[in-house]
């Protein structure tokens, strides 16, 4: 019985040329396994590697290119490898690169071209990678905006937040800025049309209630001397009343 084992990764190499993706291809010579096919890149993973690490080291190797950004094809590429007797599924990745790089072949290639969509379904002999070819044209046709969706984090790239994280900030924002611009309009409505206090008339005003505090605390000594001197016929009302 085949085991299930997830150790290969395709990727396949694509640049944006007047509107229109293209992907390199790289042709095998006649002398190694699958002669004088046309073959995106594929790799065995190593136990010390991630998938976007084995991917971005197959072609470094298969054609000298740095890869500038991953992308996920959304797409796992699934087959029988008879040499091992197990059914592979292989992560597909999409990856840009410098297009005006000098390609530098490995010793099982004899030759790459860059190809339209429609031309390298043409060329690829499996009908997984004929279908990886056209589902990643549509992905990366639709939009800058929308690519991005799928675009894969590089290890030396700086920490990027979720899609998620991203749409509760945005979320978040939008109320803050909905309760600032409530309190505004409260303040405004409350205020009424009152226009606000010149300098004079402020100092006006503060004079007035100071002196109005003068009047009411002098008031209040007049009755408590009249109720409390020798004489007077008046009596405290803030002490309970005795019999006498």
Not at 42 to 48: K, Y
Not at 107 to 115: D, Q
Not at 117 to 130: D, Y
Request: proline content about 5%; charged content about 25%; hydrophobic content about 40%.
């Amino acid at each position: 019985m085949p085991e299930i084992v997830s150790d290969i990764v395709d990727v396949y190499v694509f640049r944006r040329l007047n509107a229109r993706v293209q992907f390199l291809l790289l042709q095998r010579r006649a002398n190694v396994p699958l002669g004088n096919t046309w073959q995106s890149f594929h790799t065995q993973v190593q136990g010390f590697e991630t998938t976007i690490d084995a991917g971005r080291r197959a072609v470094r190797e298969l054609a000298g290119l740095n890869v500038s950004e991953v992308y996920s094809a959304d797409y796992i590429n699934e087959f029988f490898d008879d040499t091992r007797d197990v059914v592979v599924l292989a992560p597909v990745l999409a990856v840009n690169v410098n297009p005006q790089a000098p390609v530098s072949l490995g010793p099982e290639l004899k030759e790459c071209a860059w190809w339209d969509t429609n031309q390298a379904i043409a060329r690829l002999p499996f009908a997984g990678q004929r279908w990886a070819v056209r589902h990643i044209n549509e992905l990366m046709s639709a939009g800058l905006a929308e690519s991005q969706l799928y675009r894969l984090q590089l290890p030396e790239e700086p920490r990027l937040s979720s899609r998620s994280v991203l749409e509760e900030d945005a979320a978040a924002t939008a109320i803050d800025e909905s309760e600032d611009e409530l309190a505004v309009e409260d303040i405004i409505q409350d205020s009424g049309d009152v226009p606000p206090l010149e300098d004079e008339d402020l100092n006006q005003s503060l004079v007035q209630e100071h002196n109005l505090a003068d009047i009411e605390n002098d008031e209040r000594i007049s009755e408590v001397e009249s109720t409390d001197l020798p004489g007077r016929t008046g009596r405290r009302t803030d002490v309970p009343i005795r019999d006498e």
